[in-house]
């Protein structure tokens, strides 16, 4: 069976999509427009089946087009719901030719039941049940439309995560798949540290955009051979900070992973910054971050550092036990530095990653 077009005639983009949302997850094929006259457009190349009008649109008021489309050959018989934010509107409405008339904020179980019936797609909807059926049926139905929403939301927020990592690694900090590498690092040696940690989704986005405030910061100074002055140092240590108010709102960074963005700069001897944090006042991801993040600047090509050999990264890191890193992540990177080698060298990749 042809999935049946809805047209939405409304200048309120925050309705469309939940309108869109909600219509094509329960198998409908819709159109947006946002006046009339790309609604008229949109109607000369395909008549919809029924079309859902606000009235308050902008130019020529959403009654008066009712009309107009009423009077129209190719609309006459089209089902128009009328939708508007006053019930005053309810009767000139029906007046104006509507089909039904629907009261913002939208209940988007009754959207769709008018436009099922509307459209004649509503199968056995109409088959008479009892209360009790019909109530449980009802709240079925709208956790599933909850569920799919959700994860439309939640590929959404994804995508403009992968849109972040891509914009960042667009920036040439003289190091080739940084983020990435540092990721599969992070992620197992979390693994070998603190298997709890990798439950946080939040944890495995906070170690991928850890560095995403440095999209702010002068190329001048990500590219400088030499070392910094006082002012290019103190800059380039606002990307800590930075990439966290740049992440802040997004809900998939909500947890650890946010804590990692600011705080991977932290040293265990309270050293670090942006907050001159301590031992275990630093949270576990940071700690994990601090040392593969190191790792991979010694072992990859930076524009004010010769490569070191990944022996004497690991050498160097260890040295740092308990006055720059922490001493329980240095012992698990021991542990686990044959699979971080592999990882490197492009041999291994983790099975599982909240990211892909």
């Not at 439309?145 to 849109?163: M, P, S, Y």
Request: aromatic share 4%.
């Amino acid at each position: 069976m042809a999935k049946k077009r809805i047209l939405v005639v409304d200048d309120d983009l925050a309705i469309c999509d939940l309108v869109r949302t909600t219509l094509e997850l329960d198998g409908f094929r819709v159109s947006e427009a946002h006046h009339v006259i790309e609604a008229e457009r949109l109607i000369e190349a395909n008549v919809p089946d029924a079309i859902l009008l606000d009235i308050g649109l902008p130019g020529i008021d959403g009654l008066f087009y009712c009309e107009r489309l009423r009077e129209a050959p190719k609309t006459r018989l089209v089902p128009i719901i009328v939708i508007s934010g006053s019930t005053d509107s309810q009767a000139r409405a029906a007046a104006a030719g509507a089909t039904s008339f629907l009261r913002k904020p939208l209940d988007v179980l009754e959207l769709l039941t008018v436009l099922e019936r509307a459209t004649g797609s509503a199968g056995d909807a109409h088959v008479p049940v009892g209360p009790a059926i019909a109530q449980r049926e009802k709240i079925q139905r709208l956790a599933e439309i909850g569920k799919r929403q959700h994860e439309l939301q939640q590929d959404a927020h994804r995508q403009t995560l992968f849109g972040l990592s891509a914009a960042l690694d667009s920036r040439d900090f003289g190091a080739t798949g940084h983020s990435e590498r540092v990721r599969a690092y992070a992620m197992r040696l979390a693994l070998e540290v603190e298997p709890a940690l990798t439950d946080d989704p939040s944890l495995e986005w906070g170690f991928l955009l850890h560095d995403l405030g440095m999209i702010t910061i002068a190329d001048r100074i990500i590219t400088k051979s030499g070392r910094l002055d006082p002012d290019e140092r103190e800059e380039m240590q606002r990307h800590a900070l930075v990439g966290e108010q740049l992440l802040s709102s997004l809900p998939l960074l909500q947890g650890e992973g946010l804590r990692v963005v600011r705080s991977h700069h932290e040293r265990w001897d309270g050293a670090g910054y942006p907050d001159r944090l301590a031992g275990t006042e630093i949270s576990p991801g940071a700690r994990i971050l601090a040392v593969v993040d190191a790792l991979d600047a010694m072992t990859d090509q930076r524009p004010y550092r010769e490569v070191v050999s990944w022996d004497a990264a690991i050498e160097e890191l260890s040295r740092q036990s308990g006055a720059q890193f922490d001493p329980d992540v240095i012992d698990g990177l021991v542990a686990c530095e044959p699979e971080l080698r592999a990882i490197r060298a492009g041999r291994l990749q983790l099975v599982e990653s909240a990211t892909g």
